[in-house]
């Protein structure tokens, strides 16, 4: 029996062996959203509410699975689509994902960032951390496009989800 996974290809193949430029830059950018200054748990959720706000399928399964990884408790991670009514998500969190929400969904009138909310991320997060926050959501917009025009695999490993031929 084939798994349906196995007749799904990408677009393209790997984006690092097209333009290997990328992995510095991929590099870069984890090692600044890996700085201590945002806890790991907190990036993950930003990450995870940035792939659902795209709504690409590889972008939240692969964030889920991170968030997994850095012992997010499933409540949480189940969470995050509805995180404003949710009572699992402390105020740091409720912050950090009010910000990404800001930055990424389309905005009405006014600042997309509003004074009173960067009041409110101020109160949990210094520059540093602040600074860090923005590039963990600059970090899922950068790879977005590859998501969404490349159409890497969703659920599969590293080294297959840029499979431009299928395995039957």
């Not at 939240?60 to 968030?67: E, G």
């Not at 969190?93 to 960067?118: I, S, T, W």
Request: one cysteine or more; glycine letters at 6%.
């Amino acid at each position: 029996m084939t798994n349906s996974l196995d007749t799904l290809t990408s677009r393209f193949s790997d984006p690092q062996q097209l333009v290997p430029e990328l992995g510095d830059v991929s590099t870069a950018l984890f090692k600044i959203i890996g700085n201590g200054a945002v806890p790991r748990s907190t990036v993950t959720l930003v990450h995870l509410r940035a792939g659902q706000l795209a709504e690409n399928t590889y972008l939240t399964v692969m964030h889920t699975t991170n968030a997994r990884r850095a012992g997010v408790p499933e409540e949480k991670i189940a969470a995050v689509a509805s995180w404003k009514d949710a009572p699992c998500f402390t105020p740091a969190e409720r912050v950090a994902l009010e910000l990404v929400e800001a930055v990424l969904r389309p905005g009405g009138h006014g600042e997309r960032v509003p004074d009173d909310l960067y009041a409110r991320a101020a109160e949990h997060y210094d520059d540093k951390a602040l600074a860090t926050l923005a590039m963990a959501i600059g970090q899922v917009n950068f790879f977005t496009p590859l998501a969404l025009i490349g159409k890497p695999l969703p659920g599969v490993s590293m080294a297959e989800q840029w499979r431009t031929t299928t395995t039957d």
